[in-house]
Every structure is written in C-alpha cells, then in structure tokens.
T-cell receptor, first 115, second 111 residues
Framework: DTAVSQTPKYLVTQMGNDKSIKCEQN?????MYWYKQDSKKFLKIMFS???????INETVPNRFSPKSPDKAHLNLHINSLELGDSAVYFC??????????????FGPGTRLTVL | QKEVEQNSGPLSVPEGAIASLNCTYS??????FFWYRQYSGKSPELIMF????GDKEDGRFTAQLNKASQYVSLLIRDSQPSDSATYLC???????????FGAGTRLFVKA
C-alpha cells in the first residue's frame, strides 16, 4: 500500500534526451509537489500543484514540464537533458495546502543520471 | 542570505546524550515549521511540526520555535544509533504551497 509512488526508481540517460518521471499518490491529497535534491543533499522545490492546477513554479527551466492529469498524479517531463539535471527527484503530496499544517509525504525518489 | 539555514555538521553525540539541532529562517511571514529526518538513500519523513512559539514535545523529540528570533530547534533526548540521519528543517509560507528546506544537519549517534 505505497502512499506516494514514483517510477522509475533509477534513470540513466544521455545528454540531449527527453525523459519522464511518473508520480502517483493514493492518500486522497489535494496538493502535489516536485523537488530536486542535488549531490549536496539540498532539497529544492520545483513545482506545487493543487487540484491539478499549477500553484508554484520556482524559476525552473522550461525544459521541465509538469503535468497533472488528475489529483492523484503529477508527472514530470524533461526535455533536452543536461549534465546538471543529474539529481534525485522527489515527488510529495500533502492533504490541504492552504492550512497551517501541511505535512508532506514523499515518494521514494528517482535518481536521474545524465551522461 | 539563505532562506533556511542549518549547520551542516556532522554533529556527533554519544548514545544516550541529547542532540540539539538548530535552524534559522529569513521570512518573517513564515507560518509553519517542520523537522524531517532523511536516512541515506531514503526519502524525507516528518518527525515534528510546530507553528506556535514555545516548545512542543513528542516522545524523545522536542521542537522549539521563537518567531521573534526566527529560530527553530529540535532536541533529541536519549539519542540512539538509529537516530543517525540527516535532519532537515523546513519552513512553509502562508497557504503552505511553498516549503523551503534547509540543507540539513547530519547527526551521528555513537554506540
């Protein structure tokens, strides 16, 4: 009964390729997020979605395009991959953003390596 | 100035001691404050949240918040080797759609 799942767990690809990461949550949450964690373990927010609507886009290059087909899914497509995109990407969800308490539940992460 | 600052450590404490982790933040409008634990190769998991000034205790963990000083801390009593992990301080704005994480403090508890 995985709460937040991501696929794939590992992704190794060449520079210039296009790839996608999928995320699903079965918690009934309204809000989903994408984070990037670099080699120094710094966890940085990329996008927030609430009920399929984009709320936060943290100056992420437009090579990154999130898509939320429904409240339970938030996918991340990356075009023209660059070496600097190598990182662990975490998907997360929370129950009710807009309230003071918004504990986030994280997926297992996708380790992306760009060669 | 970083939005959320933590001492990267590593912080090393003996088993049974108190571990004290600190965090400062820059946005005075921040509403909610969280401590997440992240084991190596794993995803972050919430251990404490606080949004009122003062102390909040949960088992061996105590979170402390001082909004005037823009300071959050986490105390771990009776530290165990299983507490060895990176502890991430996180701060949310009003609305909670944007959470800023600190770079984390690595904690080692020596048996």
């Amino acid at each position: 009964d995985t709460a937040v799942s991501q696929t794939p767990k590992y992704l190794v690809t060449q520079m210039g390729n296009d790839k996608s990461i999928k995320c699903e949550q079965n918690l009934g949450h309204d809000t989903m997020y994408w984070y990037k964690q670099d080699s120094k373990k710094f966890l940085k927010i990329m996008f927030s979605y609430n009920n399929k609507e984009l709320i936060i886009n943290e100056t992420v290059p437009n090579r990154f395009s999130p898509k939320s087909p429904d409240k339970a899914h938030l996918n991340l497509h990356i075009n023209s991959l660059e070496l600097g995109d190598s990182a662990v990407y975490f998907c997360a969800s929370s129950h009710v953003a807009g309230s003071s308490y918004n504990e986030q539940f994280f997926g297992p992460g996708t380790r992306l390596t760009v060669l | 100035q970083k939005e959320v600052e933590q001492n990267s450590g590593p912080l090393s404490v003996p088993e049974g001691a108190i571990a004290s982790l600190n965090c400062t933040y820059s946005d005075r409008g921040s509403q909610s404050f969280f401590w997440y634990r992240q084991y190596s190769g794993k995803s972050p998991e919430l251990i404490m949240f606080i949004y009122s000034n003062g102390d909040k205790e949960d088992g061996r963990f105590t979170a402390q918040l001082n909004k005037a000083s823009q300071y959050v801390s986490l105390l771990i009593r009776d530290s165990q080797p299983s507490d060895s992990a990176t502890y991430l301080c996180a701060v949310s704005n009003t609305g909670g759609f944007k959470t800023i994480f600190g770079a984390g403090t690595r904690l080692f508890v020596k048996a």
